[in-house]
């Protein structure tokens, strides 16, 4: 199932589920036995030494528990660039499970966002694991040059284009459409940095915190009866709706007034002030309040009818 609406995440979801509890060749722990071989892996974050079972099992039985429980997300493409936005700006935060929107997850972003190798996520999932809370991203595989596109005399291109679809190796195909990417395990108190090969990381981390803002919007979608019947034969277990995630549409308040409160100093002019992270310290703010950064998007600073700063912008960091 490619998901080219919300509507089809659910049937995602049930597609995966039902692969990854799969014990056959055709199933999870096979695809990645060929996938965790080529890579050179031996054991995941979080399993014991020596490892109580094969680190291809131990993926598929992790990530059959996680869909069997998982809440389905989908972001929308203006949400979707304020979280591209939110992410660039997201430093000194440190990862807790509170912020996360559920224990395990499906999300699906309508824009979907390059990985450190520039490959589109199509779906990244989560959940628990050992303690630790385990991401797991999904891209389309490579596609599959045509007999047209290639030299007939290459032999190792002939042998790749006319493989039958049933005997491939694990790691080839899988019954989903989508192609395992990476993993990345998240222990309480990890910091994301800002490095180019955690943005993927910080994106989702910054996606969660809106999510739990009054900027974003959710709205419950049920899977059309055609995919509930589907879901229900392959995986019973799995929800059949998703959470839509939307930018809320702000209104544009007239007085200027937002950063004129009881107590701050008197100003002269207005100003232009750019979206930043905010952490209320202060012991009068609940304990939720000051446990994680709040999105302050742009707006205008200042006494009303005052004299707007030309076009300027100003950046105000907020502890």
């Not at 199932?1 to 979801?13: K, Y």
């Not at 995630?245 to 107590?263: S, V």
């Amino acid at each position: 199932m490619i998901v080219r609406t919300a509507h089809d995440v659910p049937e995602l979801q049930a597609e995966m589920a039902q692969w990854a509890h799969d014990g056959t060749r055709h199933g999870a722990a096979a695809y990645f036995t060929g996938v965790f071989t080529a890579a050179g892996f031996t054991a995941l974050p979080g399993d014991p030494e020596p490892a109580e079972r094969p680190a291809a099992e131990s993926m598929a039985h992790h990530l059959a528990d996680t869909l069997d429980l998982a809440e389905a997300f989908y972001v929308t493409s203006d949400m979707t660039a304020l979280a591209h936005h939110a992410a660039r700006r997201l430093t000194d935060y440190a990862f807790t499970v509170e912020d996360m929107p559920a224990p395990a997850g499906v999300l699906v972003y309508q824009d979907p966002p390059p990985d450190r190798h520039h490959r589109p996520v199509q779906a990244i999932t989560w959940g628990p694991r050992r303690g630790l809370t385990t991401v797991d991203y999904w891209v389309l595989p490579p596609r599959t040059p045509r007999n047209d596109e290639v030299s007939p005399d290459d032999p190792v291109v002939r042998r790749f284009t006319t493989l039958d679809p049933n005997t491939l190796p694990p790691g080839m195909d899988t019954p989903h459409g989508y192609a395992f990417a990476s993993t990345t395990a998240l222990r309480p108190g990890d910091r994301l940095d800002g490095d180019e090969g955690t943005h993927t990381l910080r994106l989702l981390a910054a996606t969660w915190l809106l999510m739990g803002q009054s900027i974003a919007t959710t709205d419950t979608l049920h899977a059309p009866r055609a995919s509930r019947r589907r879901i229900a034969r392959l995986a019973p277990r799995t929800p059949t709706s998703v959470r839509v995630i939307e930018l809320r549409h702000a209104r544009t308040p007239g007085d200027g007034t937002a950063e004129n409160t009881p107590g701050t100093r008197a100003y002269q002019h207005r100003w232009v002030v750019r979206g930043h992270w905010r952490r209320y310290r202060d012991p009068r703010f609940s304990d939720e309040v000051r446990a994680r950064p709040i999105w302050i998007g742009d707006h205008i600073a200042g006494p009303p009818g005052a004299p707007l700063i030309g076009g300027r912008r100003v950046h105000v960091l907020k502890r």
